[in-house]
Structures are given as structure tokens and as C-alpha cells.
């Protein structure tokens, strides 16, 4: 597609249970990535994906925290038993392949976000 | 631990003066950093970026100007047009990877026409 698609574009779930959200990034960018960003803040790092593999899952905050990317392109972030403090705004971005360190900086294409909102 | 800050939450501008938004970090081995500009509603958009071994790099009426000794930088607007009115965020990579930028918390920019 011409830009990152997200969906839901909002979702209000009760605390405890799961939610899915998708990513469709741009057509033929290798890179895929997952930000958060909470109210007052700027966005925070979750996960890295090149091709189908995640290549950098550090930013998780803990394990309710999943994200797949099964063909290497649409990605999903899975949050289970979800809480009050999970409520935000997940991003979603792609780049194309990644750029080895010192060639240049490697821009991000960022979707419109799904606003989480756990009760 | 904040490794990059922007101090002012917001800034109000006339339209045609010069906006300056700034940006501090605390990390030297920050490589590069870029600028992005969100609007509501919407993600992120990539504005301006520069490397640390430039000290300024300039597109159009945006120019971003790195000073790496106090760990600074900042981007200048002129001139300021009200449809610049958003949510400006910097951003810095640490040398480690070009992907995990760590953002700061923005400064809202209000362009007065």
C-alpha cells in the first residue's frame, strides 16, 4: 500500500483479556517495528522485525507482550491478560532494508497508530 | 533516565517569525538524529535528519543544527506557517543499530496567523 495501514484504529478492551493489533507496512520494506507511546510521552521502542524474524524484542515490557510476522510482511502485536497501564497508542513503522551503521540514518515510516484503552 | 529531552512541552509562534525548538541528550555516542512532526490523528512524519559528524543540515525553511559538545540540538521554522502547527519530536540513534531511536516527550508548536 502507499503507507503503513493500522487496525484497529481504536480498540477499548476490559482488563484481562486479549487483544490483537495489525500491521500492514509498506509494500517491500524488509524492516517492520513496533512504538508505544503513552499520554505526555514520546514514542518507546517495542520490537524489531527483519523479514519474518524478530531481530530485536528487548523493548517488550514482559511477557504478555507478543508480536509475530509469520510471512514477512502484515504483523501482529499480541497483548494477553491486557492492564490499566497498557492503555496507549501502539505504532506501527517500516523502513526499507536496513541500512548498515554509518551509511546513513535509516528513516521510519510511521502508520496512524491503534489507541489501546483498557478499562 | 531521560536520554533525550525536550524541556518545553509547547511554543507559540507568530506566523513568518522563526520557530526554534530544542532538544537535548545526555548519550555522546548518539549517531544520528532526526526530526518528526505529528499531526493528530495521525502517526509521526519524518521532517529532518542529521548526522553527528555535520553541525547543521538545512531542507527548505527547516534547519536542524547539532552542537555536540553541550549535547544539544535544535530546529529552526522560518519562516512559521500555521499549517506547521503539530507535535514535534526528536529523536536519537544510538550507534548500536540505526532502528532504535529513542524519542523525547515533543514540544507542541502553535503557529498564530
Known amino acids: 500500500g502507499a503507507g503503513v495501514s493500522q487496525t484497529p484504529s481504536n480498540k477499548v478492551t476490559e482488563k484481562g483479556k486479549y487483544v490483537e493489533l495489525r500491521c500492514d507496512p509498506i509494500?517491500?520494506?524488509?524492516?517492520l517495528y513496533w512504538y508505544r507511546q503513552s499520554l505526555g510521552q514520546g514514542p518507546e521502542f517495542l520490537i524489531y522485525?527483519?523479514?519474518?524474524?524478530?531481530?530485536?524484542d528487548s523493548g517488550l515490557p514482559n511477557d504478555r507482550f507478543f508480536a509475530v510476522r509469520p510471512e514477512g510482511s502484515v504483523s501482529t502485536l499480541k497483548i494477553q491478560r491486557t492492564e490499566r497501564g497498557d492503555s496507549a497508542v501502539y505504532l506501527c513503522?517500516?523502513?526499507?532494508?536496513?541500512?548498515?551503521?554509518?551509511?546513513?540514518?535509516?528513516?521510519?515510516?510511521f502508520g496512524a497508530g491503534s489507541r489501546l484503552t483498557v478499562l | 533516565d531521560q536520554q533525550v529531552k525536550q524541556n518545553s512541552p509547547s511554543l507559540s509562534v507568530q506566523e513568518g517569525r522563526i520557530s526554534i525548538l530544542n532538544c537535548d541528550y545526555t548519550n555522546s555516542m548518539f549517531d544520528y538524529f532526526l526530526w518528526y512532526k505529528k499531526y493528530p490523528a495521525e502517526g509521526p512524519t519524518f521532517l529532518i535528519s542529521i548526522s553527528s559528524i555535520k553541525d547543521k543540515n538545512e531542507d527548505g525553511r527547516f534547519t536542524v543544527f547539532l552542537n555536540k559538545s553541550a549535547k544539544h540540538l535544535s530546529l529552526h521554522i522560518v519562516p512559521s506557517q500555521p499549517g506547521d502547527s503539530a507535535v514535534y519530536f526528536c529523536?536519537?540513534?544510538?550507534?548500536?543499530?540505526?532502528?532504535?531511536?529513542?524519542f523525547g516527550t515533543g514540544t507542541r508548536l502553535k503557529v498564530l496567523a
Open positions: 509494500s517491500g520494506h524488509t524492516a
Open positions: 513503522a517500516s523502513s526499507p532494508i536496513r541500512k548498515v551503521p554509518g551509511s546513513g540514518a535509516n528513516v521510519l515510516t
Open positions: 529523536a536519537a540513534s544510538p550507534t548500536s543499530g540505526t532502528y532504535k531511536y529513542i
Open positions: 522485525f527483519q523479514g519474518t524474524g524478530a531481530a530485536d
